[in-house]
């Protein structure tokens, strides 16, 4: 069974940066699609960005297209999650998960979540 440990949140001012990181182990990354979500406080899980198992496609949220990127490492087992010009709206915590089959955008297509990492940022 994969497990994942998501790592890289805090607070940060408006404009700021994080990368988040997600650790996985128990299984082999590379052959899985990753997703990253977030859930602010009274809002739903949503979609933030998706990467193929080779790295080669990314996809993301409208809202966060252009200062956000999606990488990872498949021999570190690793998936990033970069996030440049940080807004008061992007506060939530942030989970990665396992893709395994139907929409990339969709939090019921993906069957292995991290415990999620909060991220602050203040005005």
């Known amino acids: 069974q994969v497990q994942l440990v998501e790592s890289g949140g805090g607070a940060v001012q408006a404009g700021g940066s994080l990368r988040l990181s997600c650790a996985a182990s128990?299984?082999?990354?590379?052959?899985?699609?990753m997703g990253w979500f977030r859930r602010a406080p009274g809002k739903e899980r949503e979609f933030v960005a998706v990467?193929?198992?080779?790295?080669?496609?990314?996809d993301y949220a409208d809202s966060v297209k252009g200062p956000f990127t999606i990488s990872r490492d498949n021999a570190k087992n690793t998936v990033y999650l970069l996030m440049n010009s940080l807004k008061p709206e992007d506060a939530a915590v942030y989970y990665c998960?396992?893709?395994?089959?139907?929409?990339?955008?969709?939090?019921?297509?993906?069957?292995?979540w991290g415990q999620g990492t909060q991220v602050t940022v203040s005005s």
């Open positions: 998960a396992v893709h395994m089959s139907g929409s990339y955008y969709y939090p019921g297509s993906y069957n292995y």
């Open positions: 128990g299984g082999r990354l590379s052959i899985y699609a």
């Open positions: 990467i193929t198992r080779n790295g080669y496609s990314t």
